[in-house]
């Protein structure tokens, strides 16, 4: 399966160690998403379609209420860069 050079970039920050936190409105609906990176940075190119993008494709997850990290299937779908260390 192919994806996204955006989901790509994602992925790989989240590979590196990096978490995606939402933050809800009171009607439980996703106000905004931040993805921090390993060093505590925070990216500013995930947007709700990419996230679900994700999500739907399984590479990320959450479980227990914890930030959405990436799964076994995503780190098959990332490819191997150079600064993927």
């Known amino acids: ?22 933050i809800r409105d009171q009607n439980r609906r996703i106000e905004t998403l931040v993805l921090y990176t390993r060093d505590g940075w ?18 990320i997850s959450s479980s227990r209420s914890q930030p959405y990290r990436i799964t076994t299937r995503g780190l098959e779908l990332v490819r191997g860069e150079l600064d993927n260390r």
């Open 1 to 22: 399966m192919d994806i996204s050079r955006a989901e790509q970039r994602i992925l790989h920050l989240l590979a590196q160690g990096g978490r995606i936190e939402l």
């Open 42 to 59: 925070v990216f500013s190119g995930l947007d709700l379609i990419t996230f679900r993008k994700l999500k739907r494709k399984k590479a």
